[in-house]
């Protein structure tokens, strides 16, 4: 006999009992078919008094259940029936019977047998003495050995409170689950009261989905084993056919997998067991993990989603996330190799997961870790990055500056991130990102200086990269663009940012428009418009406008990432989130029309000073949609009139498209380049960075 045959059996000939109406009672009793499983005792495993009553103290500690099987005197027919053992001493053991013990049963008709308990591993009878029988209780005198039968390859685990849906074409049952292992799980289920169980083909796949608190735990296509019960309720056992889940995109480059030392660990509450579960993991990524487990205690299944997993690096930092098991495989005899894919992590473990990894690769990088401030401004002084020219725009705030980059370096807010290489407390390089709108992150503030013969400028823009290649993917990220303004003669960020949107030629997969910059002074403050013009919040209808123009003009990104006529529909606007932790952004639309018609679009932004060392985030960006019917001076006006919000003498203003400034001849003081990655772009991006300057991410 196969050495888990007797468990299997057991299972597949216990039925439920019913009334003469079809009805059945709400946990019944089970016939107990297997007879032979009684009298296959002759390679059972040995179970003593003393260690059978550890497991029963086992299963009350556990609010678990044994089965009583008893045998009709007359019928010659025997059943199993749920009931709950009292604490034992171990000479003798009470059971309560469970609450759905049918009251209606007629004991005095049955013989007492034996106790049965399923550890998971085996079923062990108990062939104990009977020292009473009422409807509240039976007592049971054990006997000096009993018999673990039916030993399991793999252990079986019993559930609670998991919803279970099964459906096939037009048939849909619902129910819930009541055990599994990895190689399988059963349920019992109801079919939804316009289907029935003669729909279900049993020779065809099952979509079956797990959900506890309206959560999805589990969703795949499952082969039916076998199934028991009636038209109204069965149990059904399934296995889940796929072996692995194309959980993403393949993408031809991949952040590193690195086996650490120590190895981290992860802790999570099993969602089908509800209990706690430890593993350590073979290797890592900000993907990722992977990791072992004994095949004959193995808990998880491909498609299993964990909806709270700790990943714990020696017990001193604990990351928590979201994961998917996206494969389990046997590796060696006993094991099986499991891959987890991470799905969602707040950015702040998402940093430190990132930072760890990053700096087992190059130990003198760092990510969001706290910086010396006086360090810091004089690697800026220093590289030439704020410029004589720039130093002049912020020169008379620069203790505001200096508050808002304490407040970003030192305290490291969800809103920004920041990357350098440095040597025993100096700075060589550094870049940088800020959550700008909604769903866009602007990179800006790269600066470099020669150390040792290496390009720390592009070893940071590598560690951004290698953030980036796999931030996107988490939605508290909040990221669906990437952003960046260089000035088109800065040779590096121009063979860099835009080499790439000129190499893909798709400006819906990465985008440049050329936006002309001066500072304005405010001198029209207190000009009305002339006649016939107006200036006003957008509206829908200007936003559609404004999106007609700029899909033929530039066909980019810009308002995409802009997001102007997108309903926020986070928890927690960034409007918000910024005002929470100190900060400020915020960004509004106006419309400047002539009789009615649309001829601009101004974009006010505000921010903390130096959130931008340019303040391109703390300036009006001016879209003119109709260059032949708007005049300097009256676009200057309509600029004066919203300059009320700003506390400074000279404001950024960014206008496009810049053929409007020359047209118009107003003095520009220089050009940006607004550079925006469609970040589902983004592995063709690091491909490109990798093929064209050799940047290796191993």
């Known amino acids: 006999m196969d050495k888990d045959g007797s468990a299997r059996s057991l299972s597949k000939n216990i039925e439920p009992v019913r009334g003469f109406s079809g009805t059945e009672h709400r946990l019944p009793p089970w016939l107990f078919q297997h007879r032979d499983l009684v009298y296959a005792l002759d390679n059972a495993k040995i179970i003593k008094r003393e260690e059978l009553a550890n497991t029963i103290n086992f299963l009350h500690f556990m609010d678990g259940y044994a089965l009583v099987h008893l045998s009709h005197s007359t019928f010659n027919e025997s059943i199993l029936v749920r009931a709950h053992p009292e604490p034992c001493l171990g000479e003798k053991v009470t059971c309560r019977w469970s609450e759905e013990y049918p009251s209606e049963l007629d004991l005095e008709s049955y013989q007492f047998m034996h106790l049965i308990i399923d550890d998971g591993k085996s079923m062990i009878l108990v062939p104990g003495l009977l020292e009473e029988m009422n409807k509240k209780e039976i007592a049971v005198r054990l006997p000096d050995i009993s018999y673990a039968t039916g030993q399991r390859s793999m252990r079986r685990y019993i559930c609670r409170d998991i919803d279970v849906e099964l459906i096939q074409g037009p048939f849909t049952a619902k129910g819930e689950l009541l055990d599994f292992n990895s190689n399988g799980f059963r349920t019992k289920v109801r079919p939804e009261s316009y289907c029935s169980f003669n729909w279900l083909n049993a020779d065809a796949l099952v979509t079956v989905a797990f959900r506890k608190n309206n959560k999805i735990l589990f969703s795949g296509a499952c082969r039916c084993i076998r199934q028991q019960g009636s038209h109204e309720i069965r149990e059904i056992v399934l296995a889940p056919t796929q072996k692995r889940i194309d959980l993403f995109k393949k993408r031809l480059i991949r952040n590193p997998r690195q086996r650490l030392t120590p190895s981290p660990t992860i802790i999570f509450k099993h969602p089908f067991l509800n209990k706690q579960i430890q593993r350590e993991v073979l290797n890592i990524s900000t993907s990722g993990f992977s990791l072992y487990e ?193 000035r088109p003669e800065n040779r590096f960020p121009n063979i860099v940012f835009g080499g790439f949107a000129r190499y893909l030629k798709n400006p819906r997969g990465c985008s440049m428009d050329l936006f002309s910059y001066l500072p304005y002074t405010s001198l029209s403050i207190g000009t ?171």
């Open 294 to 486: 004994k095949a004959e205690e193995s808990v998880l299944l491909p498609g299993m989603i964990i909806p709270e997993l700790t990943i714990d690096f020696a017990g001193s930092l604990e990351m928590r996330c979201t994961a998917e098991v996206i494969y389990c495989s046997k590796a060696k005899e006993n094991e099986i190799s499991c891959g987890l894919s991470i799905l969602d992590m707040d950015i702040e473990a998402y940093t430190r997961l990132t930072h760890i990894l990053s700096n087992a690769l190059e130990p003198h990088t760092f990510i969001s870790s706290q910086v010396d401030m006086e360090a810091l401004w004089e690697f800026f002084f220093d590289t030439g990055f704020i410029y004589p020219t720039k130093y002049r725009l912020i020169q008379s705030h620069r203790e505001d500056f200096k508050e808002t980059y304490r407040k970003l370096y030192q305290e490291s807010p969800e809103i920004a991130r920041h990357f350098t290489y440095q040597k025993n407390g100096h700075i060589y390089g550094h870049i940088s990102m800020v959550r700008a709108y909604e769903r866009a992150w602007m990179i800006h503030h790269h600066a470099a200086k020669a150390v040792d013969n290496k390009r720390s400028g592009f070893i940071v823009l590598k560690q951004i990269m290698f953030y980036l290649n796999d931030m996107y993917r988490l939605p508290s990220a909040k990221m669906d663009y990437v952003i960046c303004y260089f």
């Open 528 to 698: 009305k418009l002339e006649k016939e013009w107006s200036l006003e919040e957008c509206s829908a209808m200007d936003l559609w406008d404004l999106n007609r123009f700029y899909r033929y003009c530039s066909g980019g990104l810009l308002l995409d990432a802009l997001g102007l006529d997108r309903e926020v529909l986070d928890d927690e606007p960034l409007v918000e989130l910024y005002s929470r932790l100190g900060f400020v952004r915020k960004w509004n639309a106006y419309s400047l029309k002539h009789k009615g018609q649309l001829n601009a679009v101004l974009i006010v932004n505000q921010s903390n000073l130096g959130l931008n060392l340019s303040e391109l985030l703390n300036g009006i960006k001016v879209l003119v949609t109709k260059q032949d019917d708007m005049p300097w001076n009256v676009l200057s006006t309509a600029i004066a009139q919203l300059m009320g919000v700003y506390h400074t003498d000279r404001v950024p203003l960014m206008l496009y498209p810049s053929e409007y400034v020359k047209a118009q001849r107003v003095p520009c003081e220089k050009h940006y380049q607004l550079w925006i990655l469609n970040v589902q772009q983004g592995n063709e991006y690091i491909e490109y960075m990798q093929r064209k300057f050799r940047i290796s991410y191993h």
